[in-house]
Antibody, heavy 124, light 107 residues
């Protein structure tokens, strides 16, 4: 069974820093791209960042580019999100999500497994 | 960036009703569209991928159709456990973008 367990959320001051972690199990973590998606209180879903499986190349939403860094430790089956200089508008539940690129119908691209999320509150 | 719209933003229906949600992309995305369900207090769950493919384990009352810029998501017979917010999501290009969501509840 695929499991994604986020940790590291909490209260952080604007301009501070925080590191989110996501422990993955039940699948070959090395072979999967991973992504972070967030949801502000009472709002919709916003994609944050992506890291590819083999190249490790990364992409970011404009709203976090230059402030957040996604990384992975394949030896520990763990995904990270380093949040630098967070702002009040970064307050959200952050979900760790597996990206599936191969489906029974052929190639695909979807977010097929989600963690339960970790809440980050940015406030002084 | 590709923008996504959904309508309606919310709807009320009765058990057994047919429910239809539409999603529109700001440019042609072929069938690069997925649908997710999010129940209150829970993480989202993939229901439909590539516009019309039912995810394994998802009940057959859920379906999707469309291509290009216009897409439809249908619940053929609404069940009590279907109360949730539904999101479309395009992956044709980065940034991946979700629609604003459609909240489905009971009359």
């Amino acid at each position: 069974e695929v499991q994604l367990l986020e940790s590291g959320g909490g209260l952080v001051k604007p301009g501070g820093s925080l590191r989110l972690s996501c422990a993955a199990s039940g699948f070959n973590f090395t072979n999967y791209a991973m992504t972070w998606v967030r949801q502000a209180p009472g709002k919709g879903l916003e994609w944050v960042s992506l890291i590819r499986a083999f190249t490790g190349t990364t992409n970011y939403a404009d709203s976090v580019k230059g402030r957040f860094t996604i990384s992975r430790d394949n030896s520990k089956n763990t995904l990270f999100l380093h949040m630098n200089s967070p702002r009040a508008e970064d307050t959200a539940i952050y979900y760790c999500v597996r990206v599936r690129l191969f489906c029974k119908t052929g190639s695909c691209n979807n977010f097929d497994s989600w963690g339960q999320g970790t809440l980050v509150t940015v406030s002084s | 960036d590709i923008q996504m719209t959904q309508s309606p933003s919310s709807l009320s229906a009765s058990v057994g009703d047919r429910v239809t949600i539409t999603c529109q992309a700001s440019q042609d995305i072929s069938t690069s569209l997925n649908w997710y369900q999010q129940k209150p207090g829970r993480a989202p769950q993939l229901l439909i991928y590539d516009a019309s493919n039912l995810e394994t384990g998802v009940p057959s009352r859920f379906s999707g159709s469309g291509s290009g810029t216009d897409f439809t998501f249908t619940i053929s017979s609404l069940q009590p456990e279907d109360i949730a917010t539904y999101y479309c999501q395009q992956y044709d290009d980065l940034p991946v973008r979700f629609g604003p969501g459609t909240k489905v509840d009971f009359k």
